[in-house]
């Protein structure tokens, strides 16, 4: 069964909690990025861990190793269960991450190609590809791969194998649930959730479609 991922990607402290007390019955995690760390602070990770779901670090780290290692460090330090990472800066610093999330018991996924169409300027094609690889080399547990481009997917599965494919861009970006999360492993869903009317609802009509 796919997993369904909330991309908690609000500003304040009051509505992330809302929303997450809200949805968390069906969610399998809960993705926290910057928007919602710098807006309420990373003492956040603690309050929406009381929920009793995993949380993803989504700060797409892109540095050199020593600075890669100290971010991570204060990632799972906070209380997250997995990193993301870019894999563009290279091998060494995807190492400095996937040996740190190993360190403390976590995870580490790396981005291969993102969701948005700028993506397809730098971030596709063969260039996804060899990230893809390095990932898979560096002993990453998976890859991050755009749920808007399906037949992407289905490449950097080839190339991933049994390691875990998380998709963003479904609902608000255009990316279609019933067709992608066949091919995936989590199913990211942050707006379409998070802005409905009845958050609850939405999240629940999304669990239905990743059985």
């Known amino acids: 069964m796919t ?30 990025g910057y928007p919602l760390v710098l807006g ?7 309050e929406i861990a009381s929920f009793g779901l995993p949380l993803i670090a989504d700060f797409k780290v892109a540095d050199i190793p020593n600075t890669n290692r100290l ?9 997250f269960s997995a990193i993301i990472a870019q894999g563009f800066t290279g091998s060494d610093s995807v190492e400095a991450c996937v040996e740190t999330a190993q360190d403390h018991g976590g995870k580490c ?12 300027e730098f971030l596709s094609g063969e260039n996804a590809v060899q990230i893809a690889e390095m990932a898979i ?10 749920a808007t481009r399906p037949e992407r997917v289905r490449v950097l599965r080839e190339i991933v194998g049994d390691k875990k494919i998380l998709s963003p861009g479904v609902g608000a970006q255009g990316g279609d649930a019933s ?11 942050g707006r379409s959730i998070y802005n409905a009317e009845d958050p609850a609802q939405a ?9």
């Open 3 to 32: 997993e369904l991922i909330l991309a908690l990607d609000v500003l304040t402290r009051e509505e992330a909690l809302s929303v997450a007390e809200k949805t968390a019955p069906y969610l399998d995690s809960i993705k926290i």
């Open 40 to 46: 309420a602070g990373m003492h956040i990770v603690q």
């Open 71 to 79: 971010i991570a460090e204060h990632v799972f330090q906070a209380g």
């Open 109 to 120: 996924y790396v981005v291969s190609e993102m969701s948005h169409p700028g993506a397809l």
């Open 137 to 146: 080399a560096c002993g990453a547990d998976g890859i991050i791969a755009p």
């Open 179 to 189: 067709e992608i999360a066949p091919l995936i492993d989590g199913m990211i869903v």
């Open 203 to 211: 999240a629940e009509e999304y669990s239905f479609v990743r059985r």
